[in-house]
């Protein structure tokens, strides 16, 4: 496998313009249904409180019957703080620690882990997610919203970059598609762009990350029932705080 570095440099030399290409022959139309942004089981099944689930995998995500994984949402350090500018939200308000590396201790969930995940409800959908009376899906914090969510379905494959929420159903290139019901629509050329444009920066700024989270990296030795999330700007307390 190529160094963070290499593939970092392959990230800032992709052309949008191919990008763009692949996003037109694939094609995409948002639907507005909230997929992306909720759970993929129903709410009320043994749910949680929502001071429980900032800190813990959000095992409402997962349903009996589909097995499926918890939903999670990656957001950079620098992407918190946009959303809580945003609205004058609390740390927890908008991201929690991503379950994946978390133990289930004696006192609850601790360990380590290297992302933060958008927070989400008692239902585990995004905290950010509206739904209207006939269905269809909103953002509330739309212009604001972090890369993973401008970019989503798609994603490019480079090293050290996320698949985010499954396997790609469908590639061109180095871009590849994942489950959506938006897909195969047709997109506009300025949209498509638009989205290709999102789609480098979120890989460039992935890999900016990994680099980052590598180099900063101390370990630690959380106690019984302690969370410590790795980031590009150190270790961190589920709140946000320094852990020293």
């Known amino acids: 496998m190529d160094s963070l570095e290499t593939e970092l440099e392959r990230a800032r030399a992709l052309e949008e313009s191919e990008l763009a290409d692949a996003i037109e022959t694939i094609g995409f139309e948002c639907t507005r249904c909230g997929a992306c942004c909720k759970a ?51 740390f ?38 509206a739904e209207g009376d006939d269905g269809t899906g909103a953002c509330t914090v739309h212009g604001d919203r972090p890369l993973i969510c401008q970019t989503y379905p798609f994603s490019v494959a480079l090293g050290g970059t996320s698949q985010p929420m499954g396997e790609a159903v469908d590639e061109e290139g180095v871009v590849r598609a994942h489950e959506c019901e938006g897909l195969g629509r047709d997109i506009s050329r300025a949209d ?16 900016t990350e990994a680099i980052g989270v590598r180099d900063t990296y101390r370990p630690v030795d959380p106690s019984a029932g302690q969370v410590v999330v790795h980031d590009s700007e150190g270790a961190k307390r589920p709140d946000g705080s320094p852990y020293e």
């Open 40 to 90: 993929e089981s129903a709410c009320g099944e043994g749910g949680e409180s929502a001071d429980e689930a900032v800190d813990a995998p959000d095992e409402n995500a997962d349903s009996a019957e589909t097995d499926a994984e918890p939903h999670t949402a990656t957001v950079f350090p620098d992407e918190i703080r946009q959303l809580q500018a945003a609205g004058e939200y609390d």
């Open 92 to 129: 927890r308000d908008v991201a929690r620690p991503m379950p994946y590396g978390l133990a289930d201790g004696p006192e609850g969930p601790e360990g380590e882990t290297f992302e933060w995940a958008l927070q989400t409800d008692d239902c585990g959908d995004c905290t950010f997610y």
């Open 192 to 207: 498509a762009e638009e989205l290709a444009a999102a789609l480098k920066e979120r890989a460039v700024r992935e890999l």
